[in-house]
């Protein structure tokens, strides 16, 4: 059944038990709210017309058998709440505060409240579960808070905390989902709202710093032409470069990489087997880098091969700093996704083959015998999903392809899609605006993953070549029928066309625009270009997604277009490197921006930390040297092409200690499709938006479980499951898809392969061999060969083999 079937059932069942009550005589008067308890009926003594209590109704969803009884179990006075499944196929079943004007606690948005209850189970598989009524949408389900740990026959006390109220909630109703079969027995409900927290401190830097955050280029250049940045689980950073896009070092066989420790400052450049040049990469459940596919081969000097990607797989290890190779993957992937599953799978798509086409093949790495399993062990639908498809992981463990990609057009439909593995079907997803302008768009899961939320930004053409735009998009994944809606569109600011920084104008956006999740809740949008290789933008904005507005802040001074990376390191910073420009050049320098949050104050330290190795549902204590508002794991980037599709924020909603708010649980969700298994940066965050620096912790399924016992302990909701979409199933097995060698937007009869002269010109650019190579003196293109014969841009009209010599402006025309 669907949330909107659900909830309009569970409305209609609360409208009756209110109207009920205004005609009928109550046994006894309700138990009500006291001034510290917001509750009415918390200990379910007072009943209701019906069979549940005053202020209580029945909700769920799903395959189940079910019943609900007001017990004389109770733990204090005759009456306590018992939910039990006897079998379960799918979904839950909970007993929830009457969504009701009478029933339902008014809050305050941002403020906390404080969540208490006793409880017995019989089940591993209850959770306190919390919706809240927003003024304009209505009720709607808001996020899983506390698994409760199994007592079948001890009454125990849970509390938790709520995330602060987002803006338009005016009321909340929670209680305890049960999700698997057994039983929990609940009473005497408690819910207080939580002290406001002290006054911001003043700024402890300039005006500017704290308005806008500050960016540094550090002194010590970045030495390998690396566009792939994975972040390690020792807060050390690997750079990858591969041959960096130079086939002068392809043709060596010279292939780098470099490890760059933050804290330290230093470079250390490790042996690289293959050329990874626009390789696919995640980080593995253990910390180790899984690194897929590569660059066989440069495109001709003719054109008529484009790039070739290989079947090759290695996995970096951060302790010994080597790579290994792994079994090959069954077909070639340049320019593959990754997506890390629940289970500790990889799914990767995408890509040029090794003879240049494009590859239809899914590829599935097994996380348990640590290997590509051949093709005929995973599902098919022999689609193509062009160049670095950013593929999300969903909290019911389906895919959403966003609409972000490389290069060109988007796949044909609607540009976004659901992708179902186990299935094997392919639901399009309506409302990406301009869906063959989003090459080189950045995506992210909003925080926090449980919101379910996706932001996508920018984007251009490489083909077409018009300038980037200013769009964004966002999907909430939690509605049946999931369409994007237009966002804000992203702030403007200078950009360079060849002759120093001018404002932006019009609707000039920007490509190549990376996106950052910072520990604070907000994400920071950075760098950029208007157009194929050229023209950077310099704008760096603060997305926040419970307003979803922008703050520009301060830019970043280097050009970060294309091969740029933006992450997050584990001390709350952002690091930027890279940027190639169609002339073949490469920006070494490296910058560091520190966000605005760091010049509030003091930071929270985490002075303990009771446990690194973490299981889901479960509760980890630590302690703080002040009060928090909130905790959260962020995991580490692995980023290139503006793509880290497992780029992921999860809540850890707070358990407080009342006597000592410097001593707090931390709940962790049952769900590994919300936070798939690995290591994560722990931040713990004060009510000014500060965060602590990050402890390491990595989380993974009990060892005892299979993955497939851990998936069925977890809390999966309903979200998404009415999509309206054209549905597709697998096509008839096929080789490749054909796929242009010009697909980089490259003209190659130009200079040597790092160089890329545009295939189409900016649309301001005449199209006459002056204003052609005007544009290109302009960008610092020097002298160009001209590969073979042909000179299709009318680039060298005296045929010396030289474009944009002299005699070519003597002979334009």
Request: glycine share 10%.
């Amino acid at each position: 059944m669907n949330p909107a079937t659900v909830l309009a059932r569970r409305r209609a069942a609360a409208l009756l038990a209110v109207g009920a009550l205004t005609t009928g005589l109550l046994l006894t008067a309700p138990q009500p709210a006291s001034a510290a308890n917001l509750i009415t009926n918390p200990g379910f003594e007072t009943p209701g017309t019906g069979d549940m209590p005053y202020c209580w109704e029945k909700s769920g969803w799903g395959d189940n058998d079910f019943t609900f009884t007001t017990t004389s179990d109770a733990r204090t006075g005759d009456s306590a709440m018992k939910v039990e499944l006897t079998r379960r196929t799918d979904g839950d079943r909970k007993a929830l505060i009457t969504e009701s004007a009478d029933c339902a606690p008014v809050v305050t948005p941002g403020k906390q409240y404080d969540l208490g209850l006793w409880y017995k189970t019989t089940t591993p598989d209850a959770s306190i579960t919390l919706f809240r009524h927003d003024s304009t949408a209505g009720w709607q389900y808001w996020t899983d808070l506390k698994t409760l740990d199994m007592q079948p026959a001890t009454w125990t006390e849970a509390t938790v905390r709520t995330p602060e109220v987002p803006e338009g909630t005016d009321r909340i109703s929670w209680g305890v989902s049960v999700y698997g079969t057994g039983a929990a027995t609940t009473d005497d409900y408690t819910m207080e709202q939580v002290a406001d927290p002290v006054p911001e401190p003043d700024c402890t830097g300039s005006p500017a710093d704290c308005a806008d955050g500050e960016w540094e280029v550090l002194a010590t250049e970045n030495p390998v032409r690396s566009m792939h940045s994975v972040v390690l689980h020792n807060g050390k950073v690997l750079l990858i470069a591969g041959s960096g896009n130079d086939p002068e070092l392809f043709e060596a066989g010279t292939f780098t990489s470099a490890v760059y420790d933050p804290e330290q400052g230093t470079y250390k450049v490790v042996p690289t087997p293959d050329d990874m040049f626009c390789a696919g990469h995640v980080q593995l459940q253990d910390g180790r880098v899984l690194v897929m596919s590569g660059n066989k081969g440069y495109p001709s000097d003719d054109g008529t091969i484009g790039y070739q990607g290989y079947k090759d797989s290695y996995i970096f290890d951060p302790e010994t700093e080597t790579y290994t190779k792994t079994n090959d993957m069954n077909d070639g992937h340049w320019y593959p996704s990754a997506t890390i599953l629940g289970n500790g799978d990889v799914l990767s798509f995408g890509g040029l083959r090794e003879d240049s086409t494009g590859s239809v093949t899914a590829e599935r790495w097994s996380d348990a015998e640590e290997k590509w399993l051949p093709t005929w062990q995973v599902n098919q639908t022999w689609s193509y999903w062009g160049l670095y498809p950013s593929m999300i992981l969903m909290q019911d463990g389906r895919l959403f392809y966003s609409g972000s990609h490389v290069f060109g057009n988007n796949i044909p439909g609607t540009g976004s899609a659901i992708y179902d593995y186990d299935a094997n079907t392919i639901t399009q997803v309506p409302g990406l605006q301009n869906k063959d302008e989003r090459d080189q768009s950045a995506s992210v899961l909003l925080p926090p993953a449980q919101d379910q939320k996706v932001l996508t930004l920018g984007g251009g053409n490489i083909d077409s070549n018009p300038e980037a735009n200013r769009l964004t998009d966002i999907i909430d994944l939690k509605q049946p029928d999931p369409a994007y809606v237009a966002g804000p569109p992203i702030p403007q600011g200078t950009v360079d066309l060849g002759n120093g920084r001018v404002p932006q104008t019009g609707d000039q956006g920007k490509m190549y625009v990376s996106a950052v999740l910072l520990p604070d809740g907000t994400v920071l949008e950075t760098g950029g270009a208007l157009h194929n290789r050229a023209d950077p933008v310099y704008e760096t904005s603060i997305f926040d997604p419970a307003t979803e507005t922008f703050d520009p802040v301060a830019a970043d001074p280097e050009a970060r277009g294309y091969h740029s990376s933006a992450f997050l390191l584990p001390d709350g910073r952002v690091m930027t490197t890279g940027d190639n420009p169609g002339d073949g050049s490469w920006n070494h320098n490296v910058s560091i921006y520190s966000p605005p949050y760091l010049f509030k104050g003091e930071r929270p330290v985490i002075t303990s930390l009771i446990d690194t190795e973490w299981t889901y549902g479960d509760t980890q204590r630590i302690t703080v040297d002040r009060p928090i508002a909130k905790a959260e794991l962020i995991r580490p980037a692995a980023v290139t092409h503006s793509s880290d599709p497992n780029q992921r924020f999860v809540d850890l909603p707070l358990s407080v200690d009342g006597d000592d708010p410097t001593t707090v649980d931390l709940n962790v969700t049952s769900n590994p499709n919300l936070a798939p298994p690995g290591w994560y940066m722990l931040f713990a965050v004060d009510a000014n938006g500060v965060p602590s620096v990050a402890k390491w912790v990595h989380l993974q399924g009990p060892p005892a479980l299979t993955a497939q016992d851990a998936h069925a302990h977890a809390h999966v909701h309903d979200f998404a499951d009415a999509p309206q979409g054209k549905v597709t199933g697998p096509r008839t097995k096929r080789a490749a898809e054909p796929v242009a060698p010009t697909v980089s937007g490259c003209d190659r009869h130009y200079g040597s392969a790092n160089v890329c002269v545009p295939t189409t010109f900016p649309a301001d650019v005449e199209p006459t061999t002056a204003a052609r190579c005007d544009w290109l003196k302009e960008h610092d293109y020097g002298r160009l060969k001209v590969n073979g014969k042909d000179d299709p841009l009318k680039l060298d009209r005296d045929r010396d083999g030289i474009a944009c010599g002299k005699g070519d402006y003597r002979q334009r025309r």
